[in-house]
């Protein structure tokens, strides 16, 4: 007890000297992070093994949880074995309970203190481009106060600084990611929690590699997919990660590109109608509402809304996104005199929309809409499957009417629950949102608990940014 206490102790110094390391988990439940409906950057990246096919094991997954901060804290109560990632070789011997805080040094690399925030202990000699602290026993690792399983990466990059990373096994993520992604979920909705877990893992097994650039594979935030570490987890979210252990949607024998959203409005869109990304089969526009004609995603809240902008408020909102939608500091948009659809999607939502004001004639396309016209409180758009009701007439002022909450495209997470509650399997639930794709169990379930202290020499000792950590 007095050791658990020490941790708890030390946990709450770390998270008060510099708070969390992770992006974020402020918004959770259905469109919480691959719902968040920016277009996706990079090209998604095949998942591979040794082979260049699907993994025979559960893989490594690393999770960018901080780009450019000042420093980290990396915390056990078990003790931390620290290996410079350059040699493979283990930097420092670590007795009991142990921190490290981690910094960029004036010269590039990595420099390392024991002690914690404050620190004050022994410094690694020497600074590393990149190091892996793993715990040596206990009940994991504190990065800078938050618990996460598996290990924590720390590296420098010449024009990004430091770069804070957690190497776990994709199931032990999944741990962290679905109760984030689905919200809170009752028993009668069990299998919807399943079809996010088998959604979530396909989405993180397809980009495996795809942002080895910054010397990981996913965002732990809205930029993939929330991830929470161990605080986010929640006993029917791992049960449901369990019981689809190692199950992933294919296509043509590769993980497909698992999109999902909040509420799709009655109607999911294809690719092309929201991003200038190819179309694949599993990803066309599919109806969604039962056989009375009602909508599957009803359950949402939200799920019909309607947004006014007063005169200065449609201009201060138009002025902010359409630089951000430009690329330039400001814009000048003059009062708004106009705002109407100029045409729509094969689902209805909105392709072109076009904005007379003073200062000119704005078309916004797709779902750069909804990120360009944000409401009154900066909050994006809920999507583009709205009616113009008053489009900027004499007040000056803008009504919207909509349905839905996201890009559209894939899964729609409340319509998983409707489904769910009416009786449907995950299967059942992912077939109709990803039609074609084929539901398959690449490699045979595992703990979810592995630090990654079994990696292959080739593995330990690759170069700081390179390869796949699949395997």
Do not use: K
């Not at 030390?10 to 968040?36: F, K």
């Not at 409005?265 to 690719?271: H, M």
């Not at 809920?382 to 559209?408: C, I």
């Amino acid at each position: 007890m007095a050791a658990l206490a020490a941790w708890v102790a030390l946990a709450s110094a770390c998270a008060t000297a510099a708070g969390p390391a992770g992006g974020g988990a402020g918004r959770t439940g259905p469109g919480a992070g691959a719902a968040a409906g920016a277009a996706p950057s990079g090209s998604p990246g095949a998942a591979r093994d040794a082979d260049g096919g699907l993994p025979a094991r559960d893989p490594y997954l690393r999770v960018g949880l901080a780009v450019g901060p000042d420093s980290v804290v990396v915390a056990s109560p078990g003790g931390l074995r620290v290996r410079d990632l350059a040699t493979g070789r283990e930097a420092s011997e670590g007795q009991g309970p142990e921190a490290w805080r981690l910094f960029p040094a004036a010269d590039g690399g990595v420099m390392a203190v024991s002690g914690g925030p404050s620190g004050g202990g022994d410094t690694l000699p020497g600074a590393r481009q990149d190091l892996l602290l793993e715990p040596r026993s206990g009940p994991g690792l504190l990065i800078d106060g938050r618990p996460y399983r598996g290990a924590a990466e720390v590296l420098a990059l010449p024009d990004r600084g430091l770069v804070v990373i957690n190497r776990v096994r994709m199931e032990a993520y999944l741990r962290g990611v679905v109760p984030l992604e689905i919200g809170p979920r009752s028993a009668g909705e069990a299998e919807a929690v399943r079809a996010q877990a088998v959604a979530a893992r396909t989405y993180a097994l397809a980009n495996l590699g795809r942002r080895d650039s910054l010397g990981f594979d996913v965002f732990g935030t809205v930029e993939d997919q929330v991830y929470g570490g161990r605080d986010a987890e929640r006993p029917e979210a791992d049960a449901a990660v369990r019981s689809t252990a190692g199950e992933v949607l294919t296509w043509r024998g590769r993980p497909i590109r698992a999109y999902y959203h909040a509420d799709g409005g009655g109607r999911t869109a294809a690719v092309h109608e929201v991003w200038n990304l190819p179309d694949a089969p599993y990803l066309r526009s599919v109806p969604d509402r039962r056989p009375d004609g009602s909508d599957w995603g009803e359950g949402d809240p939200h799920h019909v809304w309607e947004e006014r902008w007063t005169a200065s408020e449609l201009r201060a909102s138009l002025a902010a996104g359409l630089a951000g939608y430009y690329g330039v500091d400001t814009v000048d948009v003059g009062r708004v005199r106009s705002v109407r659809v100029l045409d729509r999607t094969e689902s209805g939502r909105v392709r072109r929309l076009e904005v007379r004001a003073e200062g000119g004639r704005y078309v916004l396309e797709r779902n750069d809409v909804r990120f360009a016209l944000r409401r009154p409180d900066g909050r994006v758009l809920p999507s583009t499957l709205f009616d113009v009701v008053d489009g900027a007439g004499a007040a000056g002022g803008l009504v919207l009417r909509g349905r839905g909450n996201g890009h559209g495209v894939g899964m729609c997470q409340w319509g998983a629950i409707g489904r769910a509650r009416a009786g449907q399997g995950y299967r059942e639930i992912l077939d109709a949102y990803y039609p074609g794709a084929r539901l398959r169990r690449v490699y045979p379930a595992s703990d979810g608990t592995a630090s990654g202290t079994d990696r292959s020499r080739r593995d330990v000792g690759r170069a700081a940014h390179g390869g796949s950590a699949a395997g």
